[in-house]
């Protein structure tokens, strides 16, 4: 129980972060470029951060001491954003605690993979949990700016990082196995491997349009007249329908190609953004969330089934974090650049995410029929 108690409050973290906390940014002063380029850095940071945390995971075997240490550091972070003003210092200390929560999943997957068997733990159940939580979390917290202020965002966030820290106390302390860490060797390896080449032009531009989705959907909802409980509301069907994605993952695994199923999640991606650039009305919103299920769902069970099925053993976890290093430059990039186009309209922010899927469609296209060129 220990483990679905964090799951619960780490994902409902998570859903203030990517729902709410850049709206709590505008009021704060920050003009959207600004939060994009805020947004933006925090991504960079994370490339940076995540695997020295996880490195010095790897060799203390002291993951849970890390996890609650961060989670602890975290709050006190939430707490000098409530008593701080001005919008310059404002971002400063967004970016610290950015950089502190950052490592969160990491620690606390690698705490979870090395207890299953222990445990007797299926991976999705437990993640499943953590993706109901994020539906929960949008509906009360938009329910609350809508009854308050946006005020309420922080005082929830709060709550919520303490609440982790009670339930990570409960975590078991064995760490997982050491893994290598990712060296520059490892990453030549990988970028010699042209179906890899392949998933970072597909898979990973795919995850980057989410990043521009997270740091600018709820503006785009406000200006189309949605109050922060109709919001909240959007983005619950949007993680409800990737939840379905998830549990029928392993059979979609089953009857199709890494390729196959990344160039879908990349073709929804293409006709999710062209339409939420064209309206955020109510219909619209309805069947870009219902998307959500191939562009986000769909895309990690192919990266899970290409990583699998074509990169060695030995070499898995330098690979992974490749790949998510990658996902998280182009998130970084692709942020910035929305940032100059949102001033211009909101819409062209997702053409251009549009634009992006078309792109990683064409790659994703490369790699179905491609005969493996397995890595390691």
């Not at 922080?154 to 990570?168: D, M, Y």
């Not at 290409?306 to 998130?331: C, D, P, Q």
Request: glycine share 8%; aromatic share 10%; hydrophobic share 55%.
């Amino acid at each position: 129980m220990a483990f679905y108690a964090f799951y619960i409050a780490l994902y409902a973290q998570i859903a203030i972060g990517i729902t709410f906390m850049p709206l709590w940014l505008r009021a704060q002063g920050l003009s959207e470029a600004s939060i994009g380029a805020c947004l933006a850095a925090a991504a960079i940071i994370a490339v940076v951060i995540n695997p020295l945390v996880g490195t010095v995971a790897d060799r203390t075997r002291h993951n849970k001491a890390i996890l609650i240490g961060l989670i602890i550091c975290a709050a006190c972070a939430t707490i000098a954003l409530s008593a701080i003003s001005g919008a310059i210092l404002v971002a400063m200390v967004f970016l610290v605690y950015r950089a502190l929560i950052s490592p969160h999943i990491p620690l606390a997957e690698s705490i979870l993979i090395a207890n299953l068997a222990a445990y007797r733990l299926d991976f999705g159940q437990v993640r499943a949990w953590g993706s109901a939580s994020v539906i929960a979390t949008t509906l009360v917290c938009g329910y609350l700016i809508t009854l308050s202020d946006t005020r309420v965002i922080l005082h929830l966030l709060l709550v919520i990082l303490l609440a982790q820290i009670v339930t990570a106390t409960g975590l078991p302390a064995r760490a997982r196995d050491a893994q290598p860490t990712i060296t520059t060797a490892a990453i030549l390896r990988a970028l010699r491997n042209r179906g890899f080449l392949l998933l970072l032009g597909s898979a990973a531009i795919s995850q980057a349009c989410h990043g521009v989705f997270y740091a600018y959907s709820t503006f785009r909802w406000l200006e189309a007249g949605h109050s922060t409980w109709a919001i909240g509301i959007f983005w619950s069907i949007g993680v409800g329908v990737e939840i379905i994605a998830f549990v029928f993952g392993k059979r979609i695994s089953a009857r199709l190609s890494p390729g196959q199923i990344i160039r879908i999640a990349c073709l929804a991606g293409c006709l999710r953004w062209g339409i939420f650039g064209l309206s955020a009305e109510l219909m619209p919103t309805l069947a870009v969330q219902i998307l959500q299920g191939a562009t986000l769902g769909l895309a990690q069970v192919g990266v899970a089934h290409y990583m699998r099925e074509n990169i060695a053993s030995e070499f898995l976890s330098s690979a992974t974090g490749v790949y998510w290093a990658a996902a998280g430059l182009i998130t970084a990039l692709a942020i910035l650049i929305s940032a100059w186009l949102y001033p211009i309209s909101s819409s062209y922010v997702f053409f251009f995410t549009a634009v992006l899927c078309a792109f990683g469609t064409v790659f994703a296209a490369m790699m179905v029929g491609k005969k493996a060129e397995r890595a390691g």
